[in-house]
């Protein structure tokens, strides 16, 4: 079988005052279609930038795809042209993004913003639309989701507006689904109904989702395979339970390590991994973590090592020591 | 302890609210405040007045004379001398001046209405092309129009010096193929030379017919548009095009330049409002231009565009909504500007042409006789000026308060 979505080599730049800022660097992985995968890495890592590449919606200027292909159902989405592109966005890949009280427009109705878009990849009567989004507000939980139509997002909560750009994105039956950090702005209570709306809305519908977001216990609970990325690269890939459990790379293992936990005794200080994240502006020759990580050999600063399977497709780690460290992790 | 009875008690849906719009809320602010009120009464009696003068109290300027009446004081009760009442007295030819000012306050509104449309039209959309596409990709259509208005624009100049017109044909052609083949050799010598020497050829080989000195003149400048045709144009440097020309423009004192408009298109009230509303374009242009900027990087414009929206969809439905405060508020001031502008022209008399009732030229008509002690000749067309303006001013700086209370100090 095909993958639905499978990224080769794509590289973004942003070409700044001062100087050229390495947002993603070769990133290449592929995505079944019912897949949920969820990326994972701190702030400015390139998980962002590297969905808006796909979907061609980086500001340029200054940002520029300057390598890569993105193949979406037989398609290489990089060599579409900007008509070709306003096509495939929101019939083939819908994005959620991470701060529902601005990614609303706030001059118009929450049901004119669904039907709008409704109409622009469907050939239906406005009536029509409107029954639709009323359906689809339905779906993701908006009480009195047909009286909900007129109102305007100011009129609604933080979590009524998540859930009410869910429906935008799924307006078109997307196969893919682009999840920018929806949870990041929600309360936790909040968050927890907005994973499991999303859960139950990929069971029924079926479409793949990419989940982006800096919160490991969050993906736990949704992910099928998880994508770790630091400084524009993927360090680790692999199925879910192998990333919680076999974790190889040494960041993935500090990232995990720096979770709190309920089980920890009182008083246990959290761990944190030393450091900062490199400037993009300067990468490193070697492997982007070298500068942060315990274990560095000399081999690390020069070479930035490949991303190699451990377990097939199942497990892949970008580290030249994950061998030797591969016991400590699952400790 | 009291007995509760839960059927006495309704319990208070609070994600039910009753809807209240956004203009509702402002005209509300809008109607609370005295200073708005007092502007808005005198727009609405400005406006009211003029129209009502214009389609009911007919106004014939050119047949309107009688010496024998030449400026005598107000008065309010018919006597020997005067036969006809004349609250606000007569001018140097024995017009009626109440009459007068109450006609000229039509003028007055047709000048603002026509320049501010003038420049609020130009000056918002290159306000809104330049704002939003500095930062978004342009379709190939897009370009194509761009890069062939570029093209079209340089042929003119090319075109004007020799006096033919196949350079503007040339150069929209040449427009028109760098915005298609925009990925074909882009960034390439090869690419800049091509259309460099198409560019000079074209233009030079016409103009030669005209003499030689011309054809170097339009080759030259042919090879600098074709090279100039050959970058891979973006948006950006489209909005950095026009934001330096409207700054040219706005480099010029106002009424100067109103006056050299003027001065070249002929005087007349027609012309004296093309004129000013050219020289209001740049400030719409900036207005528009920064609205759309702090606008185009909100989330649910990036949203809008992940749904598939096209971009003319974007720029009408998504952010001209949500720019209209500030652009209400200058149009209201501008209105002010415009009527102030149509008086100074009139004033010098290059604006309405003169049996016309204009107010700024019954002012440049009477102030000679005020020295003779004719005040009323220049007072009321001047209170005229100063109370259309006043309210103009008032009812802007009202809507700006009602619209954007944040603003507020």
């Known amino acids: 079988m095909t993958p639905l979505l499978e990224i080769k080599n794509l590289k973004t730049r942003f070409y700044t005052q001062d100087g050229v800022v390495r947002a993603v660097n070769d990133v290449s992985y592929t995505m079944d279609s019912g897949e949920i995968l969820g990326v994972v890495g701190e702030s400015g890592c390139g998980k962002s930038v590297h969905a808006l590449s796909m979907m061609q919606l980086i500001p340029y200027p200054p940002g520029k795809i300057t390598n890569g292909e993105v193949w979406l159902d037989g398609q290489d989405l990089l060599t579409l042209n900007e008509e070709e592109m306003q096509k495939v966005r929101g019939r083939d890949i819908a994005m959620i993004f991470q701060d529902p009280m601005t990614s609303l427009n706030p001059v118009f109705t929450i049901g004119f913003q669904i039907t709008e878009a409704l109409l622009l990849h469907n050939d239906m009567t406005k009536r029509e639309a409107k029954d639709r989004a009323g359906e689809l507000l339905e779906l993701v939980g908006i009480p009195g989701a047909k009286d909900s139509l007129d109102d305007f997002p100011h009129q609604f909560s933080g979590g009524m507006r998540q859930r009410a750009m869910i429906a935008m994105g799924l307006s078109c039956e997307p196969k893919l689904l682009i999840a920018d950090e929806p949870t990041t702005a929600l309360d936790v209570t909040i968050q927890a109904q907005i994973i499991d709306l999303v859960k139950k809305l990929q069971e029924e519908l079926g479409m793949a989702i990419m989940w982006i977001t800096h919160d490991l216990g969050v993906v736990a609970e949704l992910a099928h395979t998880i994508n770790v990325m630091y400084a524009g690269s993927i360090i680790e890939t692999g199925q879910i339970h192998n990333i919680y459990k076999e974790t190889k790379h040494p960041y993935t293992i500090g990232l995990l390590g720096s979770l709190p936990r309920l089980d920890d005794a009182p008083g246990t200080e959290l761990v944190s991994i030393p450091g900062l994240p490199p400037d993009l502006l300067a990468l490193p020759e070697g492997c982007p973590f070298a500068a942060r990580c315990e274990y560095r050999i000399e081999k690390c600063l020069i070479e930035k090592p490949p991303l190699v399977g451990i377990n097939g497709k199942d497990h892949s780690v970008a580290c030249w020591r994950w061998e030797e460290i591969a016991g400590i992790g699952s400790k | ?409």
């Open chain 2, 1 to 409: 302890m009291a007995q509760i009875n839960p059927e006495e008690f309704t319990v208070t849906d609070f994600a039910v609210r009753e809807h209240r719009s956004l203009w509702g809320d402002a005209w509300g602010r809008l109607i609370s405040s005295n200073t708005a009120r007092l502007g808005m009464f005198i727009v609405i009696l400005f406006v009211f007045s003029a129209t009502f003068s214009h389609y009911f109290w007919e106004y014939e300027p050119k047949k309107d004379l009688d010496y024998s009446l030449k400026l005598k004081a107000p008065n309010l009760i018919v006597t020997e001398e005067i036969p006809s009442i004349h609250p606000f007295g007569t001018d140097k030819l024995g017009r009626d001046i109440f009459r007068r000012v109450v006609h000229g306050g039509w003028n007055s509104l047709r000048v603002g209405i026509v320049a501010v449309g003038i420049s609020l039209f130009f000056g918002g959309v290159i306000g809104l092309l330049t704002g939003f596409y500095e930062t978004v990709i342009m379709t190939t259509i897009e370009r194509i129009v761009l890069f062939g208005i570029t093209g079209f624009l340089l042929g003119m100049l090319s075109a004007w010096i020799s006096n033919q017109l196949i350079q503007l044909v040339v150069f929209t052609l040449l427009g028109l193929a760098a915005g298609y083949y925009k990925d074909i050799l882009e960034g390439k010598l090869s690419r800049v030379g091509i259309f460099g020497l198409l560019g000079a050829l074209g233009s030079a080989i016409p103009a030669f017919f005209m003499g030689a000195s011309v054809a170097l003149i339009c080759g030259i400048l042919g090879l600098l548009s074709g090279v100039l045709l050959s970058m891979a144009l973006d948006g950006r440097f489209f909005s950095n095009v026009m934001m330096r020309i409207m700054d040219m423009i706005l480099s010029f004192p106002g009424y100067l330049l109103a006056i050299a408009i003027v001065a070249f298109l002929g005087p007349g009230l027609g012309k004296g409002m093309i004129a000013i509303g050219v020289v209001g374009i740049p400030v719409y242009a900036r207005l528009t231009r920064s609205a759309v900027l702090s606008v185009v990087h909100k989330e649910y414009i990036l949203a809008a565009q992940s749904v598939g929206e096209s971009h003319g969809r974007i720029i009408i439905r998504h952010i001209t909504p949500n720019i209209l405060s500030p652009i209400i508020v200058q149009t209201t001031m501008g209105l002010a500007n415009a009527i102030l502008s149509a008086a100074a022209l009139g004033f010098l008399g290059l604006g309405a042409i003169p049996p016309e009732p204009e107010w700024g030229a019954m002012l440049g008509d009477s102030y000679r006789y005020l020295t003779s002690g004719a005040w009323w000749a220049v007072l009321y067309p001047g209170l005229a000026i100063m109370l259309s303006v006043l309210g103009f001013n008032l009812l802007g700086d009202g809507l700006r308060d009602a619209l954007d209370p944040k603003l507020r100090t």
